[in-house]
């Protein structure tokens, strides 16, 4: 029986499709060069993939073909050796859709296993994201922000083959950076991006994440039922349409907040999160209609309040808000929780002013693909200095 290695590349979809794509596919490439085998293929739930939302590739490598038959005889693997993110905001978990709930992301995990993040984040505020697990594994930071190389425009940030570096680095047992340069080569001709690679290689460090380390919420949780506990039909219950709340201050009942699914949790596609302004709010009604996700709540005294465990970021409401930086979309790295914000702004409005000026004022911009285009491209050139010099 031979060796199976087993890498999970979790991204945005769409955004982030050709990107996942390069990277399994590479990793089968520069495994090749050392006469393992592999094969790469995408994974999606059970559903089309869609925009922003999480979804995976993964690599599967063995040392003998019996041993690949025997790894590949799974719908998915059950643990990784490595697990990357392309995306840093995925470290507050994947669910993607139709899938099985918010999974942590580094559920696939083995012991010792590493977990690889493309981010500007320093690893304690990746770790202060990421749910806890029993056992320790290791984190490495490919330092860069989120790549959306590959999409509708190919402007190439390297972002794909300094993975591949680093992943010679962590498990040189996989291949030597002497085999991912030598793909490279092959794939795309290009001896910059083997130098990459290369500088890729030299700096990736990891260090261990401690089970006592990361968000101690308990992830979603759920037992597929047997076979023979089937019966015949199936009822699926409907969500309530909603109902009115009270004011934290004034104890008035009022407003309309819509009945969500308490399992679908949409969040983790967001990259960014609206803030809102409730001291400038004209109480227009504009973001509460155009909203795709229904994800406003109608407060008591009139205020739209965006519910965060639905809201998947698409930044419609800023782009419909008529008040001038009344609502701001702000990097979802900023933000450890899903608390209502009318809610924050009724018990403090002085504090809440402050909060709202310091999210604005910290946020590092990111491209999702909505904001305006041409965002990304304006990014490259800095991630490519990146790229050079670290
Ligand atoms: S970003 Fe705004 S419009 Fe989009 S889902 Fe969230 S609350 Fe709704
Ligand atoms: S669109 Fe802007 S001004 Fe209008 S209700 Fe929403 S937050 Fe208030």
Redesign the pocket.
């Known amino acids: 029986m031979g060796r199976l290695f087993a890498i999970e590349i979790i991204y945005r979809g769409i955004f982030q499709k050709t990107l996942g794509k390069h990277i399994s596919r590479s990793i089968v490439l520069a495994a090749h060069k050392e006469d393992k085998l592999g094969i790469s293929f995408g994974r999606y739930g059970d559903s089309p993939e869609r925009n922003g939302i999480p979804a995976k590739n993964f690599a599967i490598v063995a040392t003998d073909e019996q041993t690949l038959e025997e790894g590949m005889a799974k719908y998915e693997p059950k643990e990784v050796d490595i697990t990357i993110a392309v995306d840093d905001t995925l470290c507050k978990g994947v669910e993607s859709w139709a899938w099985y709930g918010l999974q942590p992301v580094n559920r696939l995990l083995k012991p010792g296993g590493t977990l690889i993040v493309t981010s500007r984040e320093q690893p304690e505020a990746l770790i202060e994201m990421a749910h806890r697990k029993e056992y320790p594994y290791k984190l490495a930071i490919v330092k860069g922000t989120p790549s959306f190389s590959g999409l509708w425009v190919y402007k190439d940030d390297h972002t794909d083959v300094r993975i591949l570096g680093a992943i010679a680095r962590i498990l040189p047992e996989l291949f030597s950076l002497e085999s991912v340069q030598k793909a490279i080569m092959d794939e795309w001709h290009d001896e910059l991006k083997a130098t990459s690679a290369g500088k890729s290689y030299e700096r990736t460090t990891s260090l261990t994440v401690q089970p006592n380390q990361g968000n101690p919420e308990e992830p979603y949780r759920f037992d597929f039922p047997k076979w023979h506990e089937m019966g015949e039909g199936i009822a699926i219950p409907s969500i309530p349409a909603g109902h009115s709340f009270e004011d934290p201050t004034t104890h008035a009942v009022g407003g309309f907040r819509p009945d969500r699914n308490p399992t679908f949790k949409k969040f983790s596609t ?1 990259t ?3 803030v809102v302004n409730f001291d400038t709010c004209i109480k227009c009604t504009l ?1 509460w209609l ?4 229904s ?2 709540d109608v407060t008591p005294d009139g205020l739209y309040d ?1 519910n965060m465990q ?9 782009a419909v808000c008529p008040v001038k930086d009344c ?1 701001t ?1 702000v990097n979802e790295t900023e933000f450890r929780d899903n608390a209502s914000q009318w809610e924050m702004w009724k018990k403090d409005k002085e504090g809440y002013k402050t909060w709202l000026e310091e999210k604005i004022k910290s946020h590092p911009e990111r491209s999702h693909g909505f904001r305006y285009r041409g965002q990304y491209e304006e990014q490259v050139p800095e991630m490519l200095e990146i790229a050079r010099e670290g």
Do not use: I, N
């Open positions: 967001r960014m999160r609206p973001c155009q909203c795709p996700d994800c406003f965006a639905a809201c998947c970021g698409c930044g419609v409401c800023e609502v979309m």
